[in-house]
């Protein structure tokens, strides 16, 4: 312990709250073993994270409490309350566990000091309160116990609640794919005979020869056929049927819905009309359907797995399976992984906007844990927004941070409850909505291990969580390899 052999008269330390109901004999072992200390203006009076040896109660001048975050000091209290404490506050912590100063202290303006060393205080307090001291003990180990299994069980939650929506998301193409592989079946089948009945000798060689090339012109309209509008649909599938009909095809009208999606029109089935004789115009231009159909059901395939095979690769993203844990990523991606983890999870009535500066570089970070505080936010501001609104997902550059910003339109959190947010099992929502660690868990992944900045500002109709990631990264914890060859 710093500071001099000067020693606080017993009278004066008896007005000191802390130490005003003890007994002759323990205000004698506090006198005996305290000392004065005197700072000066602007000097540490201990710095977060050391060892905590000493334990202060203020006497005189102004000091400020601090945290660091993101490499700042940030004040959270500043007090000149004779008699308030700091320091070695947790004697409850034993010999196995090294206690440290949980946040800084800075005098404002030169102050004075009683100091007790750590371990005066943890005896002192050990052997006169024994059972709050084993209280306190059972307290901090148990609250640690809590939320490391709550905070766990939070985290399955989520990931049930996120792999229901992506089963239901795999379902709906992978069942498109089977069905469309189901039709395209029949249609290849119907092709074969049609084909059968055109060529079985009627037609030379050169009528023939031009109908395979309007089969190939068929196929490039159908692959490249334009989105229309519900009335000009209408218009063009009204025109194909009156032409099929004037031209004796059988139910022309079933037929031309799949004319019209293809990309087909009136001109394109004069030119069939000219390449094969009226007897062979049906088999043709019902050949050209299945044709057709045919290529718009492989379209159909073809969208169906790019969607399982970018939601596979969005799970992937999202879960981190198969790569290090600290690693140089593009935000951007988990970004994208998180939002369509969340497909169905998203109401008809909200809107998400996009809103990223595709210029930012590529940083490192331990991306798993990076994807729960996205899921977090996420998960919060849909819930804030309810049926109808709008959640912004946005990023920026701030000097030397990535900036990710999550918004919603939702009605905003109070005022009077604002600051607690960050507290572990402190939430909002009601019994059995939320555990209340979904934002502490943030904090600390945010803070604590990326030495980046969370923070919120809220009014009604608009609640935004501003996330800060030094773009230079966390340095990597042991065993956690840093490398973008796994991605």
């Known amino acids: 312990m710093t500071g001099s052999d000067e020693r606080l008269a017993i009278e004066e330390l008896r007005t000191l709250f802390l130490f005003e109901s003890l007994d002759a004999q323990k205000l004698d072992y506090i006198h005996e073993h305290g000392r004065i200390q005197r ?5 540490d009076v201990y710095v977060e994270g050391a060892e905590a040896n000493c334990f202060f109660v203020l006497l ?6 601090t945290r660091l975050v993101q490499g700042d000091r940030v004040e959270i209290i500043r007090t000149e309350q004779r008699g308030a404490y700091a320091g070695a506050t947790q004697p409850y912590l034993n010999e196995q566990r090294v206690q440290t100063y949980p946040n800084g202290m800075r005098t404002i303006s030169d102050a004075t000091f009683f100091v007790l060393p750590a371990e005066v205080i943890s005896t002192a307090m050990r052997q006169w309160f024994p059972m709050a001291m084993h209280l306190l003990d059972g307290l901090f180990l148990g609250m640690r116990t809590t939320q490391t299994v709550v905070g766990e069980r939070e985290r399955l939650l989520a990931l049930g609640s996120l792999s229901a929506g992506l089963t239901h998301e795999l379902n709906n193409p992978a069942a498109a794919a089977v069905r469309a592989t189901s039709v395209l079946r029949d249609r290849v089948a119907g092709m074969r005979h049609k084909l059968a009945m055109i060529a079985d000798g009627r037609l030379d060689g050169a009528r023939l020869q031009r109908l395979v090339e309007l089969q190939e012109a068929a196929v490039k309209k159908a692959a490249s056929a334009p989105a229309l ?17 004037e031209h ?15 990309g087909i029109d009136v001109d394109w089935l004069e ?11 049906e088999p043709a231009v019902r050949w050209l359907t299945y044709t057709v ?13 790019s969607r399982i095979t970018g939601l596979v690769g ?9 790569r290090a844990p600290h690693r140089t990523v593009d935000v951007h991606d988990l970004l994208d992984a998180t939002l369509a983890m969340f497909n169905t999870k998203i ?12 210029s930012l570089p590529a940083i490192p970070v331990y991306a798993a844990e990076l994807n729960q505080v996205w899921t977090n936010l996420v998960d919060n501001a849909l819930y804030a927004i309810g049926e109808e609104g709008t959640l912004t997902v946005r990023t920026a550059r701030d000097a030397d941070s990535l900036v990710v910003e999550v918004v919603d339109t939702g009605p905003g959190i109070p005022a009077d409850v604002r600051s607690r947010i960050f507290e572990p099992f402190f939430t909002t929502k009601p019994i059995g909505d939320g555990t209340g660690l979904g934002l502490d868990i943030s904090y600390r992944i945010v803070v604590n291990k990326h030495h980046g900045d969370i923070r919120v500002e809220s009014e009604p109709g608009r609640t935004s969580f501003r996330v800060c990631l030094p773009i230079a990264g966390p340095e990597p914890e042991p065993g956690a390899v840093d490398t973008a060859a796994l991605s």
């Open 347 to 358: 109401k008809p009535g909200v809107r998400v906007v996009r809103e990223y500066d595709r």
């Open 314 to 322: 969005a799970a992937k993203q999202y879960s981190q399976l198969d």
């Open 60 to 65: 005189h001048g102004t000091v400020s409490l």
């Open 248 to 262: 004796d095809v059988t139910a022309g009208w079933d037929l031309a819905p799949t004319l019209t999606a293809g």
């Open 39 to 43: 700072l000066p203006a602007g000097a």
């Open 293 to 305: 159909e045919t290529e718009l059901l492989l379209g159909e395939i073809d969208d169906a797995l």
């Open 271 to 281: 030119q069939v009309s000219t390449a094969v004789r009226q007897d062979d115009l």
């Open 229 to 245: 509008s519900p009335l000009e649909t209408s218009d063009a599938e009204d025109a194909l049927a009156d032409w099929l009909d």
